[in-house]
């Protein structure tokens, strides 16, 4: 099987940088996703191809790719971020199209 | 407005079957990939299974695979999800996801269906 690694939480004071890393052996030849989830509601789509914005979400939220590793980059932070993070990816070969990472935990303090 | 409204969800015996039903609207259905995604309770997201806008292509996670079957009616604006000799390991909430044109990612859900397997 194929996996992503996610860090399992990450802490920031509000108005710091917040950086959540997944890392995976196809990264460098696959896109990454990232989703932003909220307690009981579903999932919401931060960050598309790697680096890619949808429109509604704030400026703040970033993504990059260096080698096997992305990163999901939140500048500013604001208490409503607070949320877990999942990347979401595929495997080189195709045989699994969608994996997501373990997800992250995102505290603001 | 994008909706997608999954429905069919509750308690099922060990060994049982559900199916599972996603409704879209506002948006031209038949033109989108569509996805199944579940979360067990407290855990992370798993992707569970894909199918092509038409229908000819079909994925499954290794976990769910002979044993679930993802179908859709362009008719009927709908996806399913039929789930045969469930576990308690497949209790979770569902959602039905659909795929940004011309990538991989899942721009849109449902609010999720729960599932419980449980004797």
């Known amino acids: 099987s194929y996996e992503l690694t996610q860090p399992p939480s990450v802490s920031v004071s509000p108005g710091q940088t917040a950086r959540i890393t997944c890392s995976g052996d196809a990264l460098p030849k696959q896109y990454a996703y990232w989703y932003q989830q909220k307690p009981g509601q579903a999932p919401v789509l931060v960050i598309y191809k790697d680096s890619e914005r949808p429109s509604g979400i704030p400026e703040r939220f970033s993504g990059s790719s260096s080698g096997t590793t992305v990163t999901l980059t939140i500048s500013g932070v604001q208490a409503e971020d607070e949320a877990d993070y999942y990347c979401q990816s595929a495997d080189s070969s195709g045989t699994y199209p969608r994996v997501f990472g373990g997800g992250t935990k995102l505290t603001v303090l | 407005e994008v909706q997608l409204v999954e429905s069919g969800g509750g308690l099922v015996q060990p060994g049982g079957s559900l199916r599972l039903s996603c409704a879209a609207s506002g948006f031209t259905f038949s033109s989108y990939e569509m996805n199944w995604v579940r979360q067990a309770p407290g855990k992370g997201l798993e992707w569970v299974s894909y199918?092509?806008?038409?229908?000819?292509?079909?994925y499954y996670a290794d976990s769910v695979k002979g044993r679930f079957t993802i179908s859709r009616d362009n008719a009927k604006n709908s996806l399913y999800l039929q789930m045969n000799s469930l576990r308690a390991e497949d209790t979770a909430v569902y959602y039905c996801?659909?795929?940004?044109?011309?990538?991989?990612?899942?721009?849109?859900w449902g609010q999720g269906t729960l599932v419980t397997v449980s004797s």
């Open positions: 996801a659909r795929i940004l044109y011309d990538s991989s990612g899942l721009d849109y």
């Open positions: 199918i092509s806008s038409s229908g000819s292509t079909i």
